[in-house]
């Protein structure tokens, strides 16, 4: 809430910026390169500490915690790119999200959840990482961020260099994590397809909020469309 924050001595790349991510949804951040999108998701996390404002995480102010802390109170991150280590299997990989839990049995039960909820995990449960495809992959680390039952996870671009079919499904899972229980701030650089999966979206611009609300009311903004979102849906090029 009305956060600040930049790197180093640099101006602030955050200037007094607010989101909330209500319980059961999904949120999507839109905005320009370079606006700060990321540096929401490391702020959120624990990685980069605010320079004023607060982080609520369930009613619990933790401002200033660590990433180790921002875990224990449920928020997951989900880096950009592919982040499964590919000489191990899909189950150790999975299963290294649960290192913070020390009942075995919670372990197998989050892990039969999180089987069930990624049909591709459970596949490929004794293959190594490295030999499934991008989509695959990603849905690896999801899993592997669900392991903890957190309260929010945070996905920084989880399509970037997927085909539109892998692409599909990964939005496809993002509505089935909300749908389980999970929170979800959404990054991508696919701000329409994000916009389509999402519940809320929140336009990030010079550090601050620009526009948040219902993500269907984003999407038909033709203002918005035209900055932000790559012109409208269908649209030709009327020159040619
Ligand atoms: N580790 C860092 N050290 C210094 N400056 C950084 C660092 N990471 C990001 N920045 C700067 O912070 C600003 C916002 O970057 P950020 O990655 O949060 O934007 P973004 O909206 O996610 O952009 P993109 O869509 O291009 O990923 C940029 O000007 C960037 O150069």
């Known amino acids: 809430m009305d956060v600040q924050a930049g790197y180093g001595r640099a101006a602030p790349v955050l200037r007094g910026f607010s989101v909330a991510v209500p319980a059961g949804s999904v949120v999507c951040l839109v905005g320009p390169n370079g606006a700060g999108k990321s540096t929401v998701l490391k702020v959120a996390s624990g990685l980069l500490p605010p320079r004023s404002g607060r982080i609520v ?26 982040s499964v280590f590919r000489e191990m299997t899909v189950e150790e990989n999975v299963l290294l999200g649960a290192y913070t839990l020390k009942d075995k049995a919670k372990r197998a039960e989050r892990a039969a ?23 695959q992959q990603k849905q690896v680390e999801f ?91 269908g649209e030709v090029n009327k020159a040619s």
Not at 149 to 165: F, I, Y
Request: proline share 6%; with cysteine.
């Open 143 to 233: 899993a592997r961020s669900l392991m903890i039952d957190p309260r929010v996870v945070l996905l920084d671009e989880p399509s970037m260099g997927l085909d539109p079919k892998a692409t599909t499904t990964i939005f496809e899972q993002v509505a089935r994590m909300r749908d389980a229980g999970t929170a979800v701030l959404l990054v991508e650089q696919n701000a329409r397809r994000a916009l389509e999966t999402a519940d809320l979206g929140c336009v990030l611009d010079l550090g601050r909020v620009h526009i948040s609300g219902p993500a269907a009311d984003l999407l038909a903004d033709p203002q918005l469309g035209e900055l932000y979102l790559g012109g409208r849906p």
């Open 113 to 135: 959840f999180v089987k069930e909820l990624f049909p591709v995990v459970a596949a490929r449960w004794g293959t190594l990482a490295g030999l499934l495809s991008g989509g």
């Open 57 to 82: 995480v369930g009613g619990v102010d933790l401002t200033g915690a660590g990433p180790q802390r921002m875990l224990a109170a449920g928020v997951a991150l989900v880096l950009q790119g592919h």
